[in-house]
């Protein structure tokens, strides 16, 4: 099987255990949003190219997201598991994660403080 062809197997196979939602199942961003996030647009073209002398980069599909897990995960989600784990921080995410489930009061209450749109 060519490259071309397992990633397509590994992009249609992800979509069909996700119910065809082409989004990180962390994030929710879809790769457009990825894209952007990083400074490329749709097609993987940088948005300010010739402002950064980056005429030559372009953000393959496959850089983006990663199709190979149970659920599609985008390479924002894990830079910020990388970072979690360089800093020794996974029991904090824990903990915040069954704080989240199971006391979701605690972090939003019912009747917050003064509204921050001013
Ligand atoms: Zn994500």
Known sequence: MSRIDEHFHLYFAALDRAGQHDRCFLCRR???DVKHFFGFD????ALDAARYGLEDVVLMATDIMSYRGERPICAVCQ???DA???LDEEAI???IYEQMATRREELWPEHPGPS???
Do not use: F, L
């Open 116 to 118: 921050i749109e001013g």
């Open 30 to 32: 879809t790769p457009a």
């Open 79 to 81: 830079i910020n598991v």
């Open 42 to 45: 749709e097609n993987g073209i």
């Open 93 to 95: 995410v824990r903990r």
């Open 84 to 86: 979690i784990g360089i």
